[in-house]
């Protein structure tokens, strides 16, 4: 089931009240245009973005909103290679993916694959440890 971004912005608000913090309009409109923008922004882009819609959001608002959603477990954070952290809605339960980051365009490709989940655990059984958590990403080049 997807989420909308009704659903996800209501969670937040949720999990920034126990921490006495509160859905500002600033932060409402971040997050709207991170959720809409399907992840992997960093935060000069997601600024630029939300500047289209309000001049008036400076970077520090940003980078501090981010900041506190990552806290809060409800965006990841990533490094593919290029420099610069982006970030991507967490959406409550939702399922592990990997990436794919083309070394030409930088575009930056999710994924999931059973098999590849599957042999992780077996890499890590045969060396007698528990796999708890994971990041793969495949820098490959485009073909088209």
């Given at each position: 089931?997807?989420?909308?971004?009704?659903?996800?912005?209501?969670?937040?608000?949720?999990?920034?009240?126990?921490?006495n913090q509160r859905m500002t309009p600033q932060r409402h409109l971040i997050t709207g245009v991170l959720f809409d923008s399907n992840g992997h922004l960093n935060a000069d882009e997601l600024h630029q973005r939300v500047r289209v819609i309000n001049p008036t959001v400076g970077h520090a608002t940003v980078y501090r909103t981010l900041k506190l959603l990552e806290e809060h477990h409800l965006v990841h954070s990533h490094k593919f290679g290029d420099g610069t952290v982006r970030y991507e809605v967490s959406i409550g339960g939702d399922e592990h993916h990997d990436h794919l980051v083309c070394n030409d365009c930088g575009e930056i490709i999710e994924f999931e694959n059973e098999e590849i989940e599957q042999l992780q655990h077996k890499v890590a059984d045969d060396r007698q440890f528990r796999l708890v958590d994971h990041s793969m990403v495949l820098y490959a080049d485009c073909l088209r």
């Open positions: 089931m997807a989420v909308k971004f009704e659903q996800w912005s209501k969670h937040v608000s949720e999990q920034l009240s126990k921490k």
